[in-house]
């Protein structure tokens, strides 16, 4: 078990280009997270999958965002024609949904994107 | 909507001190209750966590916290900080797919 894993760590780009991240889940985690972290805030949620299924997609998630999870295990999250305030740490966290009220999530170190 | 309140944003303690940390939350139905620490230049590590049960629950490093129902709260506590304490603290709330986390409280332990 090596943790949750992201990619890249930063991530500095120009506004308007698109950025694509990565994480990889601890092996055998059903249920995979990301948020979104700024500065002096706790993570934000942006959306979940269980397996390969999107199942929830938070109102912060504007049509710029996509997240895929096409055969249950790594993620990507892609950001298109990025804009400023898209600057934050991208986080990522896993669980396995073993039963009700056992859902513990376990966190990635995070992407750290710089629109410039 | 759900919401986490953690009332202190920064804490300064010197060594050997109590802490207690304050959480609220809004929601009214059955929870799940973190606590999760971040210390500087690592990522987000459980502290510890309440699903039922005994409302006073301990995790790892000497913290505790309790659940307390009726005032809507998850308070963490520890009886004797020490200089590697100093991290940010996040209180979460989970129900059914919706996990809110609080804005985070910086905790600073002078040696």
């Known amino acids: 078990d090596t943790g949750v894993s992201q990619n890249p760590r930063h991530k500095i780009t120009k506004r308007g280009q698109n950025v694509t991240f990565r994480c990889d889940p601890i092996s055998e985690h059903n249920r995979l997270y990301w948020y979104r972290q700024t500065l002096g805030q706790g993570p934000e949620f942006l959306t979940y999958?269980?397996?390969?299924?999107?199942?929830?997609k938070s109102r912060l998630l504007s049509d710029r965002f996509s997240a895929e999870r096409p055969k249950g295990s790594f993620s990507t999250l892609e950001i298109q024609r990025t804009e400023q305030g898209d600057s934050a740490m991208y986080l990522c966290?896993?669980?396995?949904?073993?039963?009700?009220?056992?859902?513990?999530?376990?966190f990635g170190p995070g992407t750290r994107l710089t629109v410039l | 909507a759900q919401s986490v309140s953690q009332h202190n944003h920064h804490v300064i303690l010197s060594e050997a001190a109590s802490l207690e940390l304050g959480c609220n939350y809004s929601y009214g139905g059955t929870v799940n209750l973190f606590w999760y620490v971040q210390y500087p230049g690592q990522h987000l590590q459980l502290l510890l966590k309440y699903f039922s049960g005994d409302p006073l629950v301990k995790g790892i490093k000497g913290f505790e916290a309790e659940f307390i129902k009726s005032k809507f709260s998850f308070n963490l506590r520890k009886p004797s900080v020490q200089w590697s304490d100093t991290a940010e603290y996040f209180c979460?709330?989970?129900?059914?797919?919706?996990?809110?986390f609080g804005a985070g409280t910086r905790l600073t332990v002078k040696p």
């Open positions: 966290a896993s669980s396995r949904r073993a039963g009700l009220g056992t859902d513990t999530q376990y």
């Open positions: 999958f269980q397996n390969e299924a999107q199942l929830e």
């Open positions: 979460a709330v989970h129900n059914n797919n919706d996990m809110r």
